[in-house]
């Protein structure tokens, strides 16, 4: 295994350089905040199971309770880069057999196009296995799979954000982590307000393969229970929560809804100050509908 920090650097510099005459401009443009206004990665699903279009007439957005003018929503086609966040430290109440059988089915599971990056992690993010859709590489990287010291689940998701999915944007919209965990987190500098800050402010969804709390739903001064951290990760970032038991429905289910349910919505912003993080409520007519709960403050 390579530190996340080292290894990534070389892939990173390539993506940056290539993508300098966009992203240069500013980190404004990858923050969901482009020239068509403020974009959101959508989640949606006909209620009734029609195959009809989802129309800009059948969805309301609001911020601070301000109802916005949608400028545009089109189904997004584009293949996902998926990040699978799995922990490796020492008490966490499953095998590492099972932790590598839980990450292959992605590997089974994404479409033509698709990529996934692995992490895993304990007192630090490293690498497994950098951008494949390759089954065979996968399986033979996922043996540096180990379990020991503390989860720093934080400050892993902050590495993965910044290190692995943010180089990719503006240009690449589908992005997911998938945390295959408890969802504890002992000793991480990043603050839990401050991941989930970042993950909105990038438009990463989040899902989660969750194993059973290994702390018995133990009190957490300065951050929410472990079963808690991955629920308000999921929710709140657009994502959804699944059972470890049942990994291979779990990264079907993803795989499947990131290639045939995945939009892209555009608004802009009215009566609603762009310094400070309004809460958003996106609502359908007949449509199941998901996505972030917060915009963050629009600035450079």
Not at 104 to 127: H, V
Not at 130 to 155: H, I, Q, V
Not at 280 to 297: E, H, M, N, Y
Request: proline letters at 4%; aromatic letters at 8%.
């Amino acid at each position: 295994m390579t530190s996340i920090a080292v290894k990534v650097q070389v892939l990173t510099l390539f993506v940056v350089l290539c993508a300098v005459s966009t992203f240069g401009q500013s980190r404004h443009s990858s923050r969901g905040n482009d020239l068509e206004g403020s974009v959101l990665t959508v989640t949606a699903f006909r209620s009734d199971n029609k195959t009809d279009q989802i129309k800009v007439a059948d969805l309301f957005l609001y911020e601070n309770g301000v109802e916005q003018r949608i400028k545009n929503f089109s189904y997004d086609p584009s293949p996902a880069k998926i990040v699978l966040l799995v922990d490796n430290s020492q008490t966490l109440p499953t095998t590492v057999e099972a932790l590598k059988k839980a990450a292959m089915e992605f590997a089974y599971e994404i479409f033509e196009g698709d990529q996934l990056f692995t992490i895993a992690y304990d007192e630090k993010p490293e690498i497994i296995q950098e951008w494949t859709d390759d089954a065979k590489k996968m399986e033979e990287s996922l043996g540096t799979f180990r379990k020991k010291g503390n989860p720093y689940l934080f400050d892993a998701l902050s590495a993965a954000t910044t290190e692995v999915l943010l180089p990719l944007m503006p240009g690449t919209r589908k992005t997911a982590i998938v945390i295959i965990g408890d969802g504890l987190d002992r000793g991480s500098k990043v603050s839990f307000d401050k991941i989930m800050a970042e993950l909105q402010a990038d438009n990463i969804t989040v899902y989660a393969l969750q194993i059973p709390d290994r702390t018995g739903g133990a009190y957490r001064r300065d951050q929410p229970k472990a079963p808690v951290v991955l629920e308000k990760l999921t929710e709140n970032t657009g994502g959804r929560l699944f059972s470890f038991d049942n990994a291979q429905d779990a990264a079907k289910a993803i795989c499947d809804e990131l290639r045939r349910n995945r939009y892209l919505l555009s608004y802009v912003p009215e009566n609603s100050s762009s310094f400070e993080a309004r809460r958003l409520l996106l609502l359908s007519d007949g449509v199941s509908i998901r996505t972030k709960a917060f915009q963050p403050p629009n600035i450079k």
